[in-house]
């Protein structure tokens, strides 16, 4: 049988092989064009052809590659909680909010102990990748709340970029700021995701940061999803998130 083009859960070859685990991205490609790929039975080069994981037979060095099943799980991550399955001296990490099958799943990125919000857990390595890659500039949006009242230049000022440990931000969004007398509310969207950078920006500027929730990571929204439940991705969020 010939390899499927118009049906709706094809991917690319290249792609399948990397997410089966059996090599990264660009080794495949390498394997492919060295044909020692089959599909159906037939060796194929290109490594763009269109599979069917579900239908299709693919074969490297003629042995069948079985197609790995994903799973995405969605948490509203509360302060307290440690993103790591590793560090014995945690005392609370966000993998004890998760069913026991989230144990082969890993964080797309982290949240810090303190901060609460969205945080995505996979085992599609090829989908973190992209989700965190700064070549993909994937979105993120914080609620933030800081000491003290947010001036018009320092938002102008993080809005340019500024220099955290020698290396300028890129450009990012401050939006829906709420001044009262001691504190300001806001959100900011940013496409980098440097290790405590929200915390560091505003601290560069003087305003400590007294709370801290990631809202939104690429296509994907926390929604009314309450703080402390997971839920799984909805087909409409993976068409979202497989379209970057
Ligand atoms: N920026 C931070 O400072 N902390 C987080 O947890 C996420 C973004």
């Not at 089966?20 to 394997?31: F, K, L, Q």
């Not at 920006?201 to 809202?215: D, I, Q």
Request: aromatic share 6%.
């Amino acid at each position: 049988m010939k390899p499927s083009v118009n049906e709706v859960n094809n991917i690319r070859l290249q792609v399948f092989l990397s997410r089966s685990g059996v090599c990264s991205r660009r080794n495949a490609m390498d394997i492919i064009q060295s044909k020692r790929v089959s599909v159906n039975g037939q060796i194929v080069s290109e490594p763009s052809t269109p599979i069917n994981p579900e239908k299709d037979s693919i074969c490297v060095d003629k042995k069948l590659i079985k197609s790995k099943q994903y799973d995405y799980i969605l948490l509203n991550k509360p302060d307290g909680y440690t993103t790591t399955s590793k560090d014995p001296f945690a005392e609370k990490t966000v993998f004890d909010l998760l069913p026991k099958e989230s144990k082969g799943l890993n964080p797309v990125g982290r949240l810090d102990k303190e901060t609460e919000g969205l945080l995505l857990f996979t085992n599609d390595g090829d989908l973190a990748y992209k989700l965190t890659h700064p070549k993909f500039n994937i979105d993120k949006v914080y609620k933030v709340t800081i000491i003290g009242q947010l001036k018009p230049e320092t938002r102008s000022s993080l809005e340019k970029g500024i220099v955290l440990e020698g290396k300028k931000t890129a450009t990012c969004k401050i939006f829906d700021i709420r001044i009262s007398t001691n504190q300001t509310t806001l959100f900011i969207k940013i496409h980098e995701g440097r290790k405590r950078q929200v915390r560091l920006m505003f601290g560069k500027m003087k305003h400590f940061v007294r709370y801290l929730k990631r809202e939104e990571q690429g296509p994907l929204k926390l929604g009314s999803l309450k703080l402390g439940k997971w839920r799984r991705l909805t087909p409409q969020e993976l068409r979202s998130l497989r379209a970057l």
